[in-house]
């Protein structure tokens, strides 16, 4: 059973750090494509940033780019590092792992970012 878990979301105040982990279990962790993914209220679900399954190539949204740093480790988990935070930021944050056609999400946590 594929299992993506999200944890580190909470209520920071503007300007602050926060990191975001994806525990994956049930796949080959080190053949899928991790991505972290946001949604904010009223909106739909939007792409953050994507790192490959080597952990060499890595891409980001135009509005977090600078600011995040998605990474990877051997131990089938993947991080958000955010800095700077905007209460634009402010969103449930998924992850996802990609395999072709296979895609798997995670149930989401909570960041709010207090201005």
């Known amino acids: 059973q594929v299992q993506l878990v999200e944890s580190g979301g909470r209520l920071v105040q503007a300007g602050e750090s926060l990191r975001l982990s994806c525990a994956a279990s049930g796949l080959p962790f080190s053949r899928y494509v991790m991505s972290w993914f946001r949604q904010a209220p009223g909106k739909e679900r939007e792409f953050v940033a994507s790192i490959s399954w080597t952990g060499a190539g890595t891409t980001y949204a135009d509005s977090v780019k600078g600011r995040f740093t998605i990474s990877r480790d051997n131990a089938n988990t993947v991080y958000l590092q955010m800095n700077s935070l905007k209460p634009e930021d402010t969103a449930v944050y998924y992850c996802?792992?990609?395999?072709?056609?296979?895609?798997?999400w995670g149930q989401g946590t909570q960041v709010t970012v207090s201005s």
């Open positions: 996802r792992g990609s395999f072709g056609p296979l895609s798997y």
